[in-house]
C-alpha cells in the first residue's frame, strides 16, 4: 500500500485539536528546538529547498525557493499569508489539517515566519468555513496563552501574530494575488505578475503566501531532515501528498500517499475500487480544472511531472471518480456553471468566455445543441487558455478541451441532426 | 535609446516605454482597451497580446504590462497573435449591442476601428446577450450606456488616480458585472468630461455632444483654452458645412491635447463644456457709433477723431485705456504700440479684477480667469509696470481728470457694479472694444465687435511662463474682427503706416529679444484635422 | 438610514487595528453589517462606508463581489446546498429537488414565514461527505431526503 502518514497521522486522535493532547504528540517540538537552538534562519530555508517540499495549493511550486525570493534587505514589514481558501471542487483536504490538527500548521507557520523574519501571519481561510475557523482560533488562542505564539515567544525575543482573516465567498481568492487583494478589503482580483508577492504582496510589502498543507509539512521536515523528507517522495517532488477522493469509490476521504503512487493504485487499492462494483467512466484526477481521464489512462504517477506529461496535472490532489452512470455533458455543464459563477470578471476571455460556454453546455444538455457547438466551444476554450491574468481562464479552458476532446460522441449523441 | 525588432524591423526606441508605446513610437498600432499611458496599467482587456521573444523563448505577452527591452523582438501579426487578439474582440463583442447607428461614438470607437481591422467575421453568437442599464445619467454631464461598456476600468482608474476620488465602480462578478455610479451619488467632479474621452467606445457619453453630428462631418484645430490661466492643450471640434442641426452652433465639442507639460491627458468641465460663448446671441457683430450700427472705416474715423481732438485740447494724459488679459499676446501688442508708444498714452492698465472668482484645484485650474495675464505682463501691460491700476484710473475717471476712456475685454461690472453712469457721466466718449453685448456696449460712443480665440490665431502665454499658440477654427461672426486687426487699423486712421499681414507677422515683432517667445514653431501646430482626434489613445 | 449597536460598531473599530491599513478590514465588517442587519442593502454599505471612512463604492464593489453578502433578507434559516460535481454525482439535486417541494420555493427565495431560503452554492469542501450543505453556520453532509427532514424538525 502506497499510504504514507506524515501530516496526518494524528487525523483520528478528536483531541489532536488540543493544545496539550497535541504537545504530547509532538507538536512544537521544532519550533522550540529552532528556538532554543537558534538554528539559523536560511539553514531552516536550505532544509526546505532540500526536502524537495512543493506547494500544495495546486501550482505545485517549491515552497524553500519561494522563501529565498524576499529580499532580506527589506526595511517594509514582510508577511506570511496561509492560503486556506479551499475551493477547488473536489478538494477537501485542507479543512481536514484545519480541523483535525491546527497546531501542526500554526507550527509549521511560526518555522516558515521565524526562516523568512516574518512577525505577522495572516490565515485567509474561505468564508465558509465557520467550523475550521473556530477549531483554528481556539487552538491559536491556546498557543498563544502557552507563549508558543504571540510577543517573545518562549522569552526568544521573537513574536509572531496570527490572524484569521476570512472570506466571503470568492473561489478565485484561493489564487494567490487575488487573496491579497482580498486580504486588503478589495475584489478578488488577480494581479498583474511581476511584481511578484514574494517583492510586492500583502500591504505593497514582501509576502510568502504558501498552501495550509505545504505548512503543515514543515515541521516534519524538521523533525527529519530536509533529505529524509525528500527521500520519500521522488527526486522532485519530496514528501508526500494528501489526496480528496470523491465520488463514486467505496471509501472516499483524505488519504496521504507518497509522491509517485498511481492514481489507479489510490482509486482502487487504497479507496477500495468503484462503489457498488460499478465500471469506471472517467476520473478527474487534480481538483475540477486538471482534464479528465479515461479509465485507461489512470496507471499514472501520482506527482506534478508525470500528471503534466499525461496531459493533466496534478493539481489540488482532488480526485473525482466517476462511474459508468454518470453523464459527461451534465458534469461539463457542472463545470462551466462553476468558472461562469466565479469568473471574477476582470479579463476579458475568462468573463465573457466561461459564460458563453457555460450557455452552451445548458443548450446541449436541453437537446438545443448542433454538431458546430462542440468546435465552437473547443476554439472559445483555445481563445481562453493561458490569456489571462490568472490561471482561472485556462482552469475553464482546460478541462473544456478534454471533456469535449474525449467524450465528444457522448455530445454529439445528444444533439439533434 | 534601445534598440528591438518588431515586425522584422529592427528599431530604436527611447528608454522606459512599454511595448505597446515602442511600437507606437515607431508606427505599429498595437490594439488596446484598458491600456492608456496617463493612468495605472490594468493588464485586463487583454487586447494588446502580442507575440514576445526574448532569450529565444517566445510566449504570447500583453505588450501594455512588458517593458521593451533591449533585444526583444516583437511580432504583432503571426496566426496565433491575430487568433488571439480576434478571441478577445469576438468575447467582447458578444454582449456588446452593436447599436453603432445610434452610437455617437461611432466612427471614433475602438470596439469598432478594431473590427474592421481584426474581425470581419460571421457572428458565432448563439445565445442571448445580458441586458444591463441605457441611457442612465451617470451625472450631470455625463451618459452612460452599461451594454456598451467593454469593463476596461479606464474611468474608475480616472476618477481614482487622477481625481483622487471614486465616483465609479465596477460591481459585481463575472460576466454580468456592471459600471455605474453609487446610488445617489454622481459622477460630479469637476473633471468628469475626461471620462468620455478615455471611454474606448460608446458607453459614456457627454450629455453636451449627445445627439449632435456624426464625428466624421468635424474638423479639428489645436487651440488653448481660454478660460484660466493654465493654457490647456485643446482641439476644437467644428461644423463647417452641417448646419442643419442646432443653427449656430459651429463649435461642436472640445477635446483635449496631449501636452505632457500643462495638461498631459485632460482638461476640466469648465473648460470643456464653457464654449456656449463663441456662437451666444450676444455676441457683437458690427461696429457702432452713438448707439447705432456703423461700418468699420466710419466708426473708426470717428474713434481717431475723438482721440486726436482730446489729446490735443487736454494732452496725452487725459485719454486711459483699461485692457482685460484675456486677448492675445498679438492683441497686446498692438494695443500698446498704438496706445502706449504713438499715442503716448500714460495709463494702461489690464489689472482688472475678474468678476468671476475661480478657486485653483489640485489637477489644472489655476484661481485666475485671465487666460493670458502672463503674456501682458511680458510684453509691458502687466500690474507692475508702473502707473496707476485699473481702479485708480477708474477714480481718475470719477475725479474728471480723464477725457476719453478705451475699455476692451470687460464690463468694468467688478470695478463700478452697475452704476455705469458715474463713468460715462464724467467721460466726454467712451470706446469699447467687445465680443460680448455688456452694460458698456449700449452706452459706448464708438463699439468695436471683436472676434473670440476660436476665429482667429495667436497666442497665449500661461501662468509658466510657456507661449502657446491657438488657431483658427471659424471666421469671425458678423463683421467682427481680431482686436489687434482693429488696432492695426486705427492707427492707419490715426496716420501711421504699419504693414502687418497677418498674425505671424505680429507675432515675430513682438518675440523679437525675447527667447521664450521667438523658440515658438508658428508653422509647428498648424493644420486642420479630420475630427478624429490623434491624441486618442 | 442605519446604524451600527454600539458593541458591534466596537468591534469594527477593533478590527479595522488589525490591519497594517484600515480598509483591509472591509471583509469583516461586512461580514459584521450581515450579522447586525441581516442583509447588505444600500444603507448597510453606506454605514459601513462612514465607519470605516471609504467610499461607498469601494464598499459596494466588495458587497457585490463576494457571493456570501446577501441583498435581499434571507430566511431564519439560510440552506446553502453544493451543486458542484461531487455533490451532484451523489445527489444534491434530489436534495434541492426535495427542499423545493416541502417549501415550495426555488433557488434564492424564502419562505412567506421568512423561516427559510434556500441558496445554490459551489463546492463547499467537503466533497467526500455529500451531497452536502450549509443551514445557517452548521455543516450537514451525506444528505438524504429523510436526513434533510430530521434536520428540519429540529429547526425551531
Known sequence: MPEYKLVSKNFDYPDQPELQAAVSRGAYEQWKRVLS????????TEEVKTAKLRGQGGAGFPAGVKWGFVPKASRKPKYLCVNADEGEPGTFKDRKLLERDPHQMLEGIAIACYAVDIHTAFIYMRGEFYEPQRIVQQAIDD?????????????SGFDLNVIIHMGAGAYICGEETALLNSLEGWKGWPRLKPPFPAVVGAFRSPTVINNVETLSGVPHILRMGGEAFQKIGTEKDGGTKLFAVSG?????????????????????????????????????????????????????????????????????????????????????????????????????????????????????????GKPSDIDLMLDLADNMNGKTVCPLGAAMAMPTIAFLNKFRGEFEGMMKN | MLELTINDRVVQVPDGLNVLQAAKHVGVEIPHFCYHPGLSVAGSCRMCQVEIEQGGRKRIDLSCSNAAVDGMIVRTNTPAVVKAVKGVLEFLLMNHPIDCPICDDAGECKLQNYYMLHGLYDSRLNVEKWHKPKVHPVGPTVVLDCERCVLCSRCVRFCDEIWGERQLGIFGHGSNEKLINYPGRE???????????????????????????????????????????????????????????????????????????????????????????????????TPRLLGKDADWNYALQKAAELITTTQKQHGPGSISALIAPTASNEDAFMALRLFRERLNIPQISSDIPSSEKLTADQLLLTDDPYSNRRGFQDLGLGPADGGMNAEEIINAVKAGQIKGLIVVGTDLESLVGKQVESITGKLDWLIVGASQENQLWNRATVGLPLAVYAEYPGTFTNVKGMVQKFEKAVEPLGQALPQWQVWHKLAGHLGADWRFDDARAVFKALSAGKPDYESLNWHATFGVDKGCYPDNW | MRSFSESTRQQALAYLELYPKKEAALLPVLHLAQKEFGFIDDDAEVAVAE??????????????????????????????????????????????????????????????????????????????????????????????????????????
Not at chain 1, 290 to 315: W, Y
Open chain 3, 51 to 156: 465607519l470605516m471612512g471609504i467610499s461607498p463604492i469601494s464598499v459596494r464593489e466588495v458587497s457585490n463581489f463576494y457571493f456570501m453578502y446577501h441583498h435581499h433578507p434571507i430566511g431564519k434559516y439560510h440552506f446553502q446546498v453544493c451543486h458542484n460535481i461531487s455533490c451532484s454525482i451523489m445527489g444534491a439535486e434530489t436534495i434541492l429537488g426535495h427542499l423545493k417541494k416541502r417549501w415550495g420555493i426555488g433557488n434564492g427565495e424564502r419562505t412567506a414565514d421568512g423561516r427559510f431560503s434556500i441558496e445554490r452554492v459551489e463546492c463547499l469542501a467537503c466533497c467526500d461527505r455529500g451531497p452536502a450543505l450549509l443551514v445557517n453556520q452548521t455543516l450537514h453532509t451525506d444528505l438524504t431526503p429523510e436526513k434533510i427532514d430530521e434536520i428540519i424538525e429540529t429547526l425551531r
Open chain 1, 37 to 44: 537552538e537558534q538554528i539559523p534562519p536560511d539553514k531552516i
Open chain 1, 248 to 368: 463514486h469509490v467505496e471509501k472516499p476521504g483524505v488519504y496521504e500517499l507518497t509522491m509517485g503512487s498511481s492514481l489507479k493504485e489510490l482509486i482502487y487499492d487504497v479507496c477500495g475500487g468503484i462503489k457498488g462494483g460499478k465500471k469506471l467512466k472517467a476520473v478527474i484526477p487534480g481538483g475540477s480544472s486538471a482534464p479528465v481521464l479515461k479509465p485507461e489512462e489512470i496507471d499514472v504517477p501520482l506527482e506534478f511531472e508525470s500528471m503534466a506529461a499525461a496531459g493533466t496535472m496534478l493539481g489540488s490532489g482532488a480526485v473525482i471518480v466517476m462511474d459508468e452512470t454518470v453523464s459527461i455533458p451534465q458534469i461539463f455543464m457542472i463545470m462551466a456553471r462553476f468558472y461562469a459563477h466565479e469568473s471574477c470578471g476582470q479579463c476579458t476571455q475568462c468573463r465573457e468566455g466561461c459564460t458563453w460556454i457555460y450557455k452552451i453546455s445548458q443548450k446541449i444538455l436541453a437537446g438545443q
Open chain 1, 143 to 155: 498557543a498563544v496563552a502557552a507563549g508558543l505564539l504571540g510577543k517573545n515567544i518562549l522569552d
Open chain 2, 187 to 285: 459622477l460630479d467632479n469637476p473633471y468628469s468630461g475626461n471620462v468620455v474621452d478615455l471611454c474606448p467606445v460608446g458607453a459614456l457619453l457627454d450629455k453636451d455632444f449627445r445627439f449632435q453630428r456624426r464625428v466624421w462631418y468635424l474638423k479639428s484645430v489645436k487651440s488653448i483654452c481660454p478660460l484660466c490661466s493654465r493654457g490647456c492643450n485643446i482641439y476644437l471640434h467644428y461644423d463647417v458645412d452641417h448646419d442643419y442641426q442646432r443653427p449656430g452652433r459651429r463649435i461642436q465639442r472640445i477635446k483635449p491635447r496631449v501636452n505632457p507639460d500643462v495638461n498631459r491627458w485632460w482638461i476640466c468641465d469648465r473648460g470643456r463644456y464653457g464654449y456656449s460663448f463663441i456662437d451666444a446671441a450676444t455676441r457683437t457683430k
